[in-house]
């Protein structure tokens, strides 16, 4: 008794000290980070707890609008319900800036990240476009050219275009002082290969670009998931099945118990805090391998929706035999497990860079696969003053030696947080201060 | 009634990450990396990956009537986009944010009915005591129902209808159906919907509602019950980006009920 006592007050004097000493060094530590998950895959998954996230407007005017832009192809049967390219407008209504958000892989226009980062924007007074990944269905079918995604070269060309129509659609309701450009993930990517093209077509002439959690090497991110699904699953692709039930269930041991079921991300935020209160040491090994395990299913749904909708497009017989022709009715069931069964790098492998070797001769795979990194437009991006890059130190999509790459290149226009894995705290206060920052032009006054 | 529980449904349905995950049981192919070139030579074609496809069947759920459900999904599309969804925005234009929650409020009150009634049946008598309280307290602390005070105490809201009873009962789910205007749906629940209507007939009995002349307000409450679960569901069709969206949402509705009926 006395001792648990005096362990009590020893406790509370050496908290009054570290409060003191605190105080004393707060220059130092005045804003240490808080985003609160320290794995990189638990993060990914959870995202931003509420407490920890900026306020960010609620009601963001504009709704959906529709381009028609189909490149002259027909859009099939199988696809009805596709037609017209979507995109996302929230207009100011005075003369402002304009930001292009580009979505990461898989992700459309009012994706919750992009949702996210628009409110942020408008609420500091942007007008914003945001603009679906070209490995998005909508956008596949409507507007790439090759219906091959997965490549920035025809990737880019095909979003820029996107771009060109969608804020041409808009311009008569708007004043543009300037232009922006964002986008996360693989959007992050995208608006550095943007950036290089706008330069060389000027229609935007952008003023400031910022990359978010991007990849530096398409096909090496790709391979990073790909991976993940066969190490955090037991018997790897084949496992899945398995492995889900088992996730189902303990959601249904969950649901009994607290006789709420409710599968958005603050209840999937209480499922983490009281697991982890319930069985500390034991339940991070498992958080973290369901966490790996959902984000490595997560892609690679968003690769199979790409593969299908590129196989179908291309009517190239890799998913669909070629005979046939599928109507608005038809059962996709077989096609859909088919679909989920393709690695990315397959469908690259397979699809992707067989077509664009065949339609530039004499080109290699090699020649082919150094286009789809970074690299590809190092010079450019090193000295690209208005380029920045916010990223995580713990990203998971980033090969070793990646993260020092984008460091080495961009110098002092990166900026690095500690914790967040691969877009987890994009909503948390300081991200969102820091973009806001960035494309204001305040975060370069400051640090003058 | 039955067109909440299928709003509620498809309000989970909408949160569309933990359902593509979920989906991911039904498609559990076998990875095979074998590629070959099919005779134009052009193109490698994965004719293996269909083959697995076809020989997985672990996890299918028995939908024999797919063509005529891809029809009716295709439908409830059109409805929802051309005159449901119009309607239910002319519906929020009208109403202040403060009526369209209690307008909201009341129908779940009353459903609070049937899910007491329910929890009897299956001889829940903690659920029973549970939605019976949060009848009592929302009827009458809350304002005929407008407003839910009862969960603020503590009382979370639960679900039951005639459906989960006849699966408690062992009824298995029969074949998947897509239901006109309500969507989602299997044979057992199509069931119990059609009991959950009979009771709420014997329900407008007992309140003095039945009356033939009465018709105008049984259609306008039935109208308004549906906009207002409408307005409080935020899927849409066709946008969850997944060619597999029919696939998906067979999926999920099966595994939801299943979970609610072992409750």
Request: include cysteine.
């Amino acid at each position: 008794m006395y001792d648990l006592c005096f362990r009590l007050r020893a406790i509370c004097v050496a908290g009054r000290a570290l409060l003191l000493v605190a105080t004393l060094f707060s220059p130092c530590f005045a804003q240490a980070y808080d985003y609160p998950i320290d794995n990189p895959y638990v993060a990914t998954v959870l995202g931003t707890p509420v407490e920890f996230s900026a306020d960010l407007p609620v009601d963001v005017p504009g709704e959906a609008r529709t381009l028609d832009i189909a490149h002259g192809s027909e859009i099939p049967e199988v696809f009805w319900y596709e037609r017209g390219l979507k995109f996302g407008f929230a207009p100011q209504p005075r003369r402002a800036p304009l930001v292009f958000i580009i979505a990461g892989t898989g992700s459309h226009y009012k994706g919750e990240t992009i949702i996210t980062l628009g409110r942020a924007l408008y609420g500091a007074g942007f007008h914003v476009i945001s603009i679906s990944s070209p490995t998005q269905l909508n956008f596949l079918v409507n507007a790439s050219r090759s219906h091959l995604p997965g490549m920035p070269s025809s990737d880019v060309a095909d979003l820029y275009d996107v771009m060109l129509a969608a804020y041409e659609s808009v311009r008569d309701e708007i004043e543009v002082s300037e232009f922006h450009l964002t986008g996360y993930s693989l959007g992050g990517s995208h608006a550095a290969f943007l950036a290089k093209l706008d330069e060389e077509r000027g229609a935007f002439d952008f003023k400031r670009v910022l990359m978010i959690n991007p990849a530096v090497n398409l096909y090496n991110s790709a391979r990073i998931f790909d991976q993940l699904l066969e190490d955090a699953i037991p018997g790897g692709a084949r496992g899945v099945g398995k492995f889900l039930d088992g996730v189902i269930r303990d959601l249904a041991v969950l649901y009994r118990e607290t006789d709420v079921l409710r599968l958005d991300g603050e209840f999937v935020y209480s499922v983490y805090e009281q697991t982890k209160s319930r069985f500390p040491p034991a339940a991070d090994a498992r958080e973290i391998q369901v966490a790996q395990a959902l984000i490595a299913i997560a892609f690679r749904i968003a690769s199979a929706n790409m593969v299908f909708g590129a196989d179908v497009m291309n009517g190239s017989g890799y998913i669909v035999p070629r005979n046939a022709a599928l109507g608005k009715y038809d059962s996709l069931t077989t096609y859909a497990r088919a679909s989920h069964a393709v690695r990315f790098t397959e469908y690259a492998d397979d699809l992707v860079i067989p077509a664009l070797m065949a339609s530039n001769p004499g080109t290699t795979r090699e020649e082919i696969l150094r286009t789809v990194s970074l690299l590809a437009i190092e010079g450019y991006l090193a000295s690209a003053e208005h380029i920045g890059v916010v990223t995580n130190e713990d990203e998971i999509i980033l090969g070793p030696g990646e993260l020092d790459y984008l460091k080495q290149v961009f110098g002092t226009r990166i900026k690095t947080y500690p914790r967040g894995g691969h877009c987890g705290n994009i909503a948390h206060r300081d991200n969102v201060k820091f973009m806001i920052e960035f494309f204001t032009g305040q975060g370069q006054e400051d640090a003058r | 009634m039955r067109a909440r529980k299928a709003a509620r449904f498809l309000r989970r349905a909408s949160v569309s990450c933990a359902c593509a995950l979920a989906f991911l049981l039904t498609v559990s192919a076998p990875i095979s990396t074998v590629a070959f070139a099919d005779e134009s030579g052009d193109l490698p074609v994965r004719t293996d990956l269909i083959e697995f496809s076809v020989r997985n069947q672990l996890a299918d759920i028995s939908d024999p009537i797919e063509g005529w459900n891809r029809r009716v999904y295709a439908f409830n599309t059109s409805f929802d986009r051309r005159l449901f969804l119009p309607a239910v925005n002319g519906y929020r234009a009208v109403t202040p944010d403060p009526v369209e929650t209690g307008i909201w409020n009341f129908f779940l009150n009353v459903s609070e009915v049937r899910t007491f009634v329910h929890s009897l049946l299956q001889l829940k008598p903690r659920s029973a005591g549970i939605t019976l309280g949060r009848l009592v307290v929302n009827s009458t602390l809350g304002v005929g129902g407008l407003m839910d005070p009862a969960t603020s105490m503590g009382l979370a809201r639960l679900s039951e209808d005639f459906g989960q009873t006849l699966g408690r009962y062992g009824m298995p789910d029969g074949p998947y159906l897509v239901l006109p205007l309500f969507g989602p749906s299997n044979l057992r629940d199509t069931t119990g919907m059609a009991g959950d209507y009979a009771l709420s007939l014997v329900g407008y009995e007992i309140i003095g509602l039945s009356d033939n002349d009465l018709w105008p307000v049984r259609w306008t409450l039935a109208g308004l019950r549906g906009l207002s679960s409408r307005a409080n569901t935020a899927f849409r069709y066709h946008e969850t980006g997944s060619p597999f969206e029919y696939e998906m949402v067979r999926y999920l509705y099966t595994q939801m009920r299943e979970l609610e009926i072992e409750k």
